[in-house]
């Protein structure tokens, strides 16, 4: 069974700096895509970041380019996102998403493409 759990959520001011991190479970981590998506509220799911299996390849949302870093420890399973000058509109849940595809060499951005999610961490950005 598959699991992907969040941590490193919380309430930062902004300009400040979180780090997310993402432990899974259950298969070989090395060998699957992965992303990072958020929700608001009353918005939808959105894509933030995604890293190929091998982390040859990143995509960033426009919204966090040159601000959030996605990357991967293959050794030890685990997904990260360091987030640079948060601003109050990155506040969100913030999901950890797993690809169904071994070894895919695309990234997607959709949530319909992703087939394990973790519960999400909330991440606030207010002074």
Known sequence: QVQLVESGGGLVQPGGSLRLSCASSGRIFSNY???????????????????KFNGGTTY???AVKGRFTISRDNA???????????QPADTAVYYCAGDR??????IF????EYQYWGQGTQVTVSS
């Open 33 to 51: 895509g992965m992303a990072w998506f958020r929700q608001a509220p009353g918005k939808e799911r959105e894509i933030v970041s995604a890293i």
């Open 101 to 106: 595809r071994l070894q895919s060499p695309l």
């Open 60 to 62: 960033y949302a426009d």
């Open 109 to 112: 951005t959709l949530t319909s």
């Open 76 to 86: 030890k399973n685990t997904l990260y996102l360091q987030m640079d000058s948060l």
